[in-house]
């Protein structure tokens, strides 16, 4: 889609005045042919939320499907969590990324032109104490949590904007009540068995890592906290979509081919996340079997989750935003569906 600049004439007195103008406006539209995109950059996280994204790259979907649109390469980057992901694509690193719903709302807060286009998965995250206080928190409850040391992902994540909410709602202040460290999932799982945190909130298939290594219970599903929240997503740069919105189509087509073949062969998709990600096949498929998350790509299932996010997000950083005249975003700031509407119109 072409981007066109706003005009004011301050008056217009002759048809030759009209003529100049369109002609001026004519070659500008000229100098702002989109450029021709040749290569992709995907970023995922080592999560079995976004299997489908590592299970495209592995059938060879990406360079296939998008191979029509001039597409010659796609490199998939990896990263530890949301945020991290965030501050690359803001950095324009990444045209896509799979990332959960709260860390693109964070980074638009920031300024970051994208929008999510694409549903991933909802729920999948557990929290997981170490096997001494499990009993304490069976008996007690979230209470049994004040004055701990959580591991979790970094603030804007999804994990730790859910965590932060429900403690909030059960009276527990996340920034005084309790100790919450900011960790990726290794660091996290490591942690934990060296007892350095007194529990971890993070996504599948860590939780299930732990409970296998003997580090650790998972005592609460993250469905349990917020029935049905919004957790994955596909989120597409503005850029692209504005001058290549055919390639965002097709981004979509194959993430939903993707998702909906993990969904109909879940051993393959444990046994592609093992082989990405160097982890055992059984604790994968364990971990998929036990996990509370449901596969998606529908993007209006995690609308009224992001609504709720950005919510929290903005009281969570009200004073910073008020003084930057920032207001909470609304579902046009955050969310696109017109691509993935065009495209299941097609199916």
């Not at 950095?91 to 991933?120: H, N, R, T």
């Not at 209470?143 to 932060?164: E, N, V, Y």
């Not at 981004?251 to 993990?262: C, M, Q, S, V």
Request: charged share 25%.
């Amino acid at each position: 889609m072409i981007k066109t600049k706003k005009r004011t004439i301050a008056s217009l007195i002759a048809v030759g005045a009209i003529a100049v103008a369109v002609v001026m406006a004519a070659g500008c539209i000229e100098n702002e042919t989109p450029a021709e995109m040749t290569a992709i950059n995907i970023g995922y996280q080592p999560s079995t939320h976004q299997i489908a994204a590592m299970l495209a790259s592995e059938k060879g979907w990406w360079e296939e499907d998008l191979a029509e649109f001039g597409i010659e390469k796609v490199t998939m980057k990896e990263f530890p969590s949301g945020p991290p992901e965030m501050h690359a694509m803001l950095s324009g690193d990444l045209d896509v990324a799979y990332v959960g719903v709260a860390p693109p709302i964070a980074a638009m807060y920031e300024g970051l032109d994208a929008k999510i286009v694409a549903g991933v998965q909802t729920q999948g995250s557990a929290l997981v104490v170490r096997p001494e206080l499990a009993d304490e928190y069976e008996s007690v409850g979230v209470q049994s949590l004040k004055g701990k040391k959580i591991a979790t992902f970094p603030p804007g994540s999804i994990q730790h904007t859910l965590l932060s909410k429900w403690l909030t709602e059960n009276g527990i202040d996340p920034e005084n009540d309790v100790d919450i460290k900011a960790m990726g999932p290794s660091d996290a799982a490591t942690a934990i068995g060296a007892k350095a945190v007194d529990a971890v909130f993070l996504p599948s298939p860590t939780p299930t890592i732990i409970v296998v290594e003997g580090n650790g219970v998972i005592v609460a599903w993250s469905g349990s906290m917020w029935p049905n929240h919004a957790c994955c997503c596909v989120v597409a740069g503005g850029k692209m979509m504005r001058e290549h919105p055919e390639i965002v189509k097709q981004i979509i087509k194959t993430h939903i081919r993707a998702t909906e073949y993990e969904i109909a062969h879940p051993d393959e998709a444990a046994e592609i996340y093992a082989k990405w990600e160097d982890a055992d096949v059984s604790t994968i498929k364990q971990s998929i079997d036990v996990s509370d998350m449901y596969w998606i790509h529908d993007p209006s299932i995690e609308v009224d989750s992001g609504l709720e996010y950005a919510i929290v997000i903005y009281e969570l950083n009200r004073e910073r935003y008020e003084d930057k005249g920032v207001k909470v975003l609304e579902k046009e700031d955050m969310f696109d569906t017109s691509f993935y509407d065009e495209v299941t119109r097609e199916r």
